[in-house]
């Protein structure tokens, strides 16, 4: 398997801006997990899925962010509209729990710069 | 709330020293631990985990992590460090029955020549 695979690595956008980033999980992976990691407050859980439904968004920061999970191999982390505050690395993991004593899978991440 | 606790935000050791990163994490009844390492631009990867069973658990690259339930403390260690070992260091907590995975603030640890 390739891994946890996310999309685009670097994305550069202006203030106001919309802005998706994209996660594919690993196959047969039923949680799925997005993490922003800045200086300032280390690797925060946004949101995470289990079988494609939320289980737990408190950690979304505002209205304007958003996150779906539309089938169980693509996910979606969406800011609009973005602010300068949001640059972060942004990334993504998933795992099975059916594997006994298994861990998350974490991809290369996207680096999020908003000016 | 779940919380991890890493009390050393940077590290700095010459190759050769002993290496001890702390990690406690909040009660809340039965734990999985790991650790995850993260060298310069890349993402997490996997060090050790424990589940159950034997308290000192062997991971990859010489580390080894021992969990004392009595102290709420799973500690990263490693004998000799070499400069290769330069990273940032997480420790992670789930509880049983919750697949929610909370990091610590990281360790930043340096290795001198």
């Known amino acids: 398997d390739a891994g946890v695979i996310q999309s685009p690595r670097h994305e550069v956008t202006e203030m106001g801006q919309e802005v998706t980033l994209r996660c594919k999980p690993i196959s047969g992976h039923d949680y799925l997990f997005w993490y922003r990691q800045t200086m300032m407050r280390g690797l925060e859980l946004l949101i995470y899925?289990?079988?494609?439904?939320?289980?737990?968004d408190s950690g979304m920061p505002e209205d304007r962010f958003s996150a779906k999970m539309p089938n169980a191999s693509f996910s979606t982390l969406k800011i609009q509209p973005s602010e300068p505050r949001d640059s972060a690395v942004y990334f993504c993991?998933?795992?099975?729990?059916?594997?006994?004593?298994?861990?998350?899978?974490f991809g290369q991440g996207t680096r999020l710069t908003v000016v | 709330a779940q919380s991890v606790s890493q009390h050393n935000h940077h590290v700095i050791l010459s190759e050769a020293a002993s290496l001890e990163l702390g990690c406690n994490y909040s009660?809340?009844?039965?734990?999985?631990l790991f650790w995850y390492v993260q060298y310069p631009g890349q993402h997490l990867q996997l060090l050790l985990k424990y589940f159950s069973g034997d308290p000192l658990v062997k991971g990859i690259k010489g580390f080894e992590a021992e969990f004392i339930k009595s102290k709420f403390s799973f500690n990263l260690r490693k004998p000799s460090v070499q400069w290769s070992d330069t990273a940032e260091y997480f420790c992670?907590?789930?509880?049983?029955?919750?697949?929610?995975?909370?990091f610590g603030t990281g360790t930043r640890l340096t290795i001198i020549p």
């Open positions: 899925f289990n079988n494609n439904v939320p289980i737990d």
């Open positions: 009660y809340g009844g039965t734990v999985n």
């Open positions: 993991a998933s795992k099975n729990p059916g594997q006994r004593n298994t861990e998350a899978f």
């Open positions: 992670a907590v789930t509880y049983f029955g919750n697949e929610k995975l909370t």
